[in-house]
Protein backbone atom coordinates (compact mmCIF):
# COMPACT_ATOMS: atom_id res chain seq x y z
CA UNK A 1 0.00 0.00 0.00
CA UNK A 2 1.21 3.39 -0.51
CA UNK A 3 1.78 5.33 2.16
CA UNK A 4 0.08 8.29 3.38
CA UNK A 5 0.78 11.38 1.04
CA UNK A 6 1.01 15.36 1.67
CA UNK A 7 1.05 18.46 -0.89
CA UNK A 8 2.13 20.37 -1.39
CA UNK A 9 5.38 19.38 0.75
CA UNK A 10 7.01 23.16 1.02
CA UNK A 11 4.78 26.50 0.78
CA UNK A 12 5.94 30.05 1.54
CA UNK A 13 3.57 32.75 2.11
CA UNK A 14 3.32 36.26 3.66
CA UNK A 15 1.60 37.06 6.43
CA UNK A 16 -2.56 37.98 6.37
CA UNK A 17 -2.79 35.35 3.40
CA UNK A 18 -4.67 31.59 3.77
CA UNK A 19 -3.35 28.21 2.87
CA UNK A 20 -4.81 24.78 2.07
CA UNK A 21 -2.72 21.67 2.90
CA UNK A 22 -3.57 18.58 1.86
CA UNK A 23 -3.00 15.24 3.09
CA UNK A 24 -4.10 11.47 1.20
CA UNK A 25 -4.57 8.74 3.94
CA UNK A 26 -3.72 5.38 3.23
CA UNK A 27 -6.49 3.07 1.00
CA UNK A 28 -9.21 2.10 3.16
CA UNK A 29 -7.97 4.31 6.90
CA UNK A 30 -11.11 6.87 7.28
CA UNK A 31 -9.15 8.63 10.55
CA UNK A 32 -6.93 11.51 9.80
CA UNK A 33 -5.76 13.76 12.28
CA UNK A 34 -3.58 16.56 11.73
CA UNK A 35 -0.96 18.30 14.15
CA UNK A 36 1.30 20.90 13.91
CA UNK A 37 5.20 20.62 14.89
CA UNK A 38 7.31 23.87 15.82
CA UNK A 39 10.56 23.92 17.72
CA UNK A 40 8.50 25.93 20.92
CA UNK A 41 5.54 24.04 20.96
CA UNK A 42 6.35 20.51 19.90
CA UNK A 43 4.29 18.40 18.41
CA UNK A 44 0.06 19.80 18.86
CA UNK A 45 -2.89 18.62 17.80
CA UNK A 46 -5.19 20.42 15.76
CA UNK A 47 -8.06 17.86 14.72
CA UNK A 48 -9.10 14.67 13.46
CA UNK A 49 -11.82 13.51 10.77
CA UNK A 50 -13.59 10.43 10.99
CA UNK A 51 -15.83 9.09 8.19
CA UNK A 52 -16.03 13.39 6.89
CA UNK A 53 -16.74 13.97 10.09
CA UNK A 54 -14.78 15.96 12.98
CA UNK A 55 -14.01 14.23 16.10
CA UNK A 56 -11.70 15.67 18.22
CA UNK A 57 -10.28 19.31 18.06
CA UNK A 58 -7.28 20.83 19.69
CA UNK A 59 -6.63 24.02 21.15
CA UNK A 60 -6.25 26.35 18.15
CA UNK A 61 -8.34 29.37 16.97
CA UNK A 62 -10.71 29.35 14.43
CA UNK A 63 -8.69 30.73 11.95
CA UNK A 64 -7.26 26.69 11.43
CA UNK A 65 -9.97 24.65 10.19
CA UNK A 66 -10.61 21.44 8.12
CA UNK A 67 -12.17 19.23 6.10
CA UNK A 68 -12.94 15.65 4.77
CA UNK A 69 -13.89 14.41 1.62
CA UNK A 70 -15.90 11.29 0.93
CA UNK A 71 -12.73 9.50 -0.57
CA UNK A 72 -10.98 10.09 3.03
CA UNK A 73 -8.93 12.56 1.74
CA UNK A 74 -8.80 15.58 4.25
CA UNK A 75 -7.58 19.51 3.62
CA UNK A 76 -6.89 21.94 6.40
CA UNK A 77 -6.62 25.35 5.84
CA UNK A 78 -5.16 28.67 7.63
CA UNK A 79 -6.54 31.90 6.91
CA UNK A 80 -4.83 35.09 7.67
CA UNK A 81 -1.95 33.60 8.57
CA UNK A 82 0.55 34.73 11.31
CA UNK A 83 4.50 34.59 11.78
CA UNK A 84 3.72 31.99 14.38
CA UNK A 85 1.99 29.83 12.10
CA UNK A 86 5.74 28.35 10.38
CA UNK A 87 5.87 25.12 11.19
CA UNK A 88 5.74 21.77 10.38
CA UNK A 89 2.34 20.47 9.39
CA UNK A 90 1.96 16.57 9.58
CA UNK A 91 -1.07 14.16 8.95
CA UNK A 92 -1.69 11.03 10.00
CA UNK A 93 -4.32 8.39 9.33
CA UNK A 94 -5.57 5.47 10.71
CA UNK A 95 -7.99 2.66 9.80
CA UNK A 96 -10.43 3.92 13.08
CA UNK A 97 -11.99 0.87 12.84
CA UNK A 98 -10.33 -0.33 16.29
CA UNK A 99 -8.05 0.76 19.47
CA UNK A 100 -5.59 -1.67 18.33
CA UNK A 101 -4.67 -0.19 14.63
CA UNK A 102 -2.08 1.70 13.94
CA UNK A 103 -1.24 5.58 13.10
CA UNK A 104 0.97 6.10 10.39
CA UNK A 105 2.24 9.74 9.66
CA UNK A 106 2.75 11.42 6.12
CA UNK A 107 5.96 13.21 5.58
CA UNK A 108 4.58 16.63 6.27
CA UNK A 109 4.07 20.12 4.74
CA UNK A 110 7.18 22.66 5.81
CA UNK A 111 5.28 25.98 5.97
CA UNK A 112 6.98 28.98 6.17
CA UNK A 113 4.95 32.32 6.70
CA UNK A 114 7.03 35.51 5.76
CA UNK B 1 -5.98 16.40 30.39
CA UNK B 2 -3.41 14.66 29.66
CA UNK B 3 0.68 15.40 29.88
CA UNK B 4 3.67 13.57 28.45
CA UNK B 5 7.13 14.63 29.78
CA UNK B 6 10.59 13.89 28.43
CA UNK B 7 12.62 14.78 31.18
CA UNK B 8 16.17 14.55 28.72
CA UNK B 9 16.40 16.78 25.98
CA UNK B 10 19.10 15.16 24.24
CA UNK B 11 21.36 12.25 24.43
CA UNK B 12 24.04 10.04 23.07
CA UNK B 13 25.31 6.69 22.95
CA UNK B 14 28.13 4.66 21.52
CA UNK B 15 26.88 2.46 18.63
CA UNK B 16 26.70 -1.25 19.76
CA UNK B 17 25.49 0.09 23.33
CA UNK B 18 22.23 0.27 24.96
CA UNK B 19 20.62 3.17 25.84
CA UNK B 20 17.67 3.97 27.71
CA UNK B 21 15.03 6.75 26.95
CA UNK B 22 12.45 8.57 29.58
CA UNK B 23 9.06 9.39 29.58
CA UNK B 24 6.37 10.30 32.56
CA UNK B 25 2.67 10.72 32.13
CA UNK B 26 0.16 11.98 33.88
CA UNK B 27 -3.96 10.91 32.96
CA UNK B 28 -6.93 10.23 34.93
CA UNK B 29 -7.73 7.63 32.65
CA UNK B 30 -7.71 3.80 32.81
CA UNK B 31 -8.04 3.11 29.09
CA UNK B 32 -4.99 4.05 27.07
CA UNK B 33 -2.71 3.37 24.80
CA UNK B 34 0.89 4.46 24.88
CA UNK B 35 3.41 4.92 21.94
CA UNK B 36 7.14 5.79 20.62
CA UNK B 37 7.78 7.40 17.50
CA UNK B 38 10.59 8.02 16.15
CA UNK B 39 11.40 10.83 13.40
CA UNK B 40 14.65 10.54 11.76
CA UNK B 41 15.93 13.71 10.29
CA UNK B 42 14.01 12.99 6.89
CA UNK B 43 11.04 13.71 8.95
CA UNK B 44 8.93 10.88 8.90
CA UNK B 45 7.40 9.72 11.78
CA UNK B 46 7.49 5.85 12.25
CA UNK B 47 6.19 4.05 15.22
CA UNK B 48 8.69 2.30 16.99
CA UNK B 49 6.37 0.23 19.56
CA UNK B 50 3.78 0.17 21.54
CA UNK B 51 1.86 -0.35 24.79
CA UNK B 52 -1.99 -0.97 25.50
CA UNK B 53 -2.32 0.44 29.30
CA UNK B 54 -4.27 -3.08 30.52
CA UNK B 55 -1.26 -5.03 29.69
CA UNK B 56 1.57 -6.08 32.52
CA UNK B 57 3.56 -6.89 29.81
CA UNK B 58 6.11 -4.80 28.71
CA UNK B 59 6.03 -4.75 24.58
CA UNK B 60 9.23 -5.74 22.43
CA UNK B 61 9.90 -4.90 18.79
CA UNK B 62 13.55 -6.47 17.85
CA UNK B 63 16.22 -4.42 19.85
CA UNK B 64 13.53 -2.26 20.96
CA UNK B 65 11.76 -2.54 24.19
CA UNK B 66 10.03 -0.89 27.18
CA UNK B 67 9.43 -0.83 30.67
CA UNK B 68 5.79 0.26 31.37
CA UNK B 69 5.60 1.14 34.85
CA UNK B 70 1.92 1.90 35.44
CA UNK B 71 1.03 2.67 38.99
CA UNK B 72 4.41 5.19 38.47
CA UNK B 73 3.43 6.41 34.74
CA UNK B 74 6.43 5.51 33.30
CA UNK B 75 6.68 4.33 30.22
CA UNK B 76 10.83 4.35 29.12
CA UNK B 77 12.07 2.69 25.62
CA UNK B 78 15.30 0.74 25.72
CA UNK B 79 16.95 0.44 22.44
CA UNK B 80 19.62 -2.45 22.62
CA UNK B 81 22.91 -2.49 20.12
CA UNK B 82 22.60 0.93 19.07
CA UNK B 83 22.88 1.68 15.60
CA UNK B 84 23.57 4.52 13.17
CA UNK B 85 20.05 4.50 12.01
CA UNK B 86 18.77 5.09 14.92
CA UNK B 87 19.88 8.63 15.54
CA UNK B 88 16.61 10.50 15.79
CA UNK B 89 14.18 12.49 17.13
CA UNK B 90 12.45 10.25 19.57
CA UNK B 91 8.65 11.05 21.17
CA UNK B 92 6.81 9.44 23.75
CA UNK B 93 2.70 10.08 22.94
CA UNK B 94 -0.51 8.94 24.85
CA UNK B 95 -3.63 7.82 23.36
CA UNK B 96 -6.86 7.60 25.14
CA UNK B 97 -9.33 5.44 23.86
CA UNK B 98 -12.25 7.11 24.53
CA UNK B 99 -10.95 10.52 22.76
CA UNK B 100 -10.70 9.27 18.91
CA UNK B 101 -7.40 9.13 17.64
CA UNK B 102 -5.59 12.48 19.83
CA UNK B 103 -2.10 11.97 20.64
CA UNK B 104 -0.70 13.66 22.81
CA UNK B 105 3.40 13.93 22.65
CA UNK B 106 6.01 14.95 24.73
CA UNK B 107 8.30 17.30 24.17
CA UNK B 108 11.01 14.83 22.52
CA UNK B 109 14.81 13.53 23.15
CA UNK B 110 17.30 14.05 20.49
CA UNK B 111 19.22 10.55 20.43
CA UNK B 112 22.88 10.98 19.01
CA UNK B 113 24.52 7.07 18.10
CA UNK B 114 28.24 7.87 17.27
CA UNK B 115 30.78 5.62 15.50
Known amino acids: KAGVTQTPRYLIKTRGQQVTLSCSPI?????VSWYQQTPGQGLQFLFE???????NKGNFPGRFSGRQFSNSRSEMNVSTLELGDSALYLC?????????????FGPGTRLTVL | AQTVTQSQPEMSVQEAETVTLSCTYD???????LFWYKQPPSRQMILVIRQEAYKQQNATENRFSVNFQKAAKSFSLKISDSQLGDTAMYFC????????????FGGGTRLMVKP
Open chain 1, 27 to 31: SGHRS
Open chain 1, 49 to 55: YFSETQR
Open chain 1, 92 to 104: ASRSGTGSTDTQY
Open chain 2, 93 to 104: AFRDNNAGNMLT
Open chain 2, 27 to 33: TSENNYY
